[in-house]
């Protein structure tokens, strides 16, 4: 195969793989994310080892560049589920926190606990 050939066929599986990524992320299928993780590794590695005999015409340095963009989209998706995950996870913990009852504390600082409270009952609107 041809140097432009290799690298095609190169570029064109590490976009099919940001898609697979992408619709991963999309279909909120996180149980596939390692497997994925594993083959992008795979991948990276093999262009990191063809990139140093590739020297890249105007052609090829535009298909890199498609696929880094694609790579910097699946980036920007992974953090704003990154971020879905922490609200959530905030969300849980302050129904989790309302449910225990409010928190006070005396002149001593020693925690005070409601009547409610001590009896494992809390008022539920």
């Known amino acids: 195969m041809s140097r432009r050939g290799e690298l095609a066929e190169l570029v064109s599986r590490g ?38 005999r590739v020297r890249a015409d105007d052609e090829e340095r535009q298909a890199l560049s498609q696929l880094i963009r694609h790579s910097q989209r699946n980036e920007q998706i992974m953090a704003a589920a990154r971020s879905g995950f922490r609200a959530a996870r ?5 129904i989790l926190a309302t449910r225990k009852g409010a928190v006070a504390y005396d002149e001593n600082g020693n ?15």
């Open 111 to 125: 925690e005070i606990t409601s009547r409610a409270d001590s009896m494992g009952k809390t008022s539920r609107a």
């Open 15 to 52: 976009l099919a793989l940001a898609e697979d990524e992408r619709q991963l992320f999309l279909e909120g299928d996180f149980d596939d994310l390692e497997t994925m993780t594993q083959k992008k590794s795979e991948f990276l590695d093999e262009l990191a080892a063809r990139a140093s």
């Open 90 to 94: 905030r969300r849980v913990e302050s």
